[in-house]
């Protein structure tokens, strides 16, 4: 069975704190992504990755970095937690190629920045 | 302006009844459009894809997109309260060595016993 993990479902932080958060897939997959997800703003990509070592920005990198050493694991990393930067935090897999479009997803951490 | 626009929401209706999701979209580059369903307290899972204009149907949901328009939608008949769920759509910006998928903002979806 597919399976994304998450480190935590629930973390609290104190602004000025680093942050990392992990992510673990187990399917072999290429891509990986790293969303957040607020009300009534939806689902918005932060960084994705293609490759080991790889890293493109999506459409809100501000504040945030990503490192990828493995092909299976993707760290997002809040370098100096803020209290905007309090939200649900998604990770997500996929394929390269014709099958890109199917991306699966952890179940979450919820990120609470005080 | 986004680039996928969903209504919210929330939508309530009662067991039985035919629901009718839809989302406008501005990239005319998309190619992929997707439905993503997300349970409470758990990750989006894929619902269902449509490759360009047409219809696609699988069981009780079917997937619509109209690139002339730039509508997508998806119906959901007999719905049951098993489909409570929030419903994203997404449109791909997807190349061979990666991409990304753009999503909306999500509809809320409540269906009553």
């Known amino acids: 069975d597919v399976k994304v993990t998450q480190s935590s479902r629930y973390l609290v932080k104190r602004t000025g704190e680093k942050v990392f958060l992990e992510c673990v897939q187990d399917m072999d997959h290429e891509n990986m992504f790293w969303y957040r997800q607020d009300p009534g703003l939806g689902l918005r990509l932060i960084y994705f990755s293609y490759d080991v070592k790889m890293k493109e920005k999506g459409d809100i990198p501000e504040g945030y970095s990503v490192s990828r050493e493995k092909k299976e694991r993707f760290s997002l990393i809040l370098e100096s937690a803020s209290t905007n930067q309090t939200s649900m935090y998604l990770c997500?897999?996929?394929?390269?190629?014709?099958?890109?479009?199917?991306?699966?997803f952890g179940p979450g951490t919820r990120l609470t920045v005080t | 302006q986004k680039e996928v626009e969903q209504d919210p929401g929330p939508l309530s209706v009662p067991e039985g009844a035919i629901v009718s999701l839809n989302c406008t979209y501005s990239n005319s580059a998309f190619q992929y459009f997707m439905w993503y369903r997300q349970y409470s307290r758990k990750g989006p899972e894929l619902l269902m894809y449509t490759y360009s204009s047409g219809n696609k149907e699988d069981g009780r949901f079917t997937a619509q997109v109209d690139k002339s328009s730039k509508y997508i939608s998806l119906f959901i008949r007999d719905s049951q309260p098993s489909d409570s769920a929030t419903y994203l759509c997404?449109?791909?910006?997807?190349?061979?060595?990666?991409?990304?998928?753009?999503f909306g903002q999500g509809t809320e979806l409540s269906v009553k016993p």
């Open positions: 997404a449109g791909d910006l997807l190349y061979n060595q990666g991409g990304k998928l753009i």
């Open positions: 997500a897999s996929s394929l390269l190629g014709d099958r890109a479009y199917e991306q699966y």
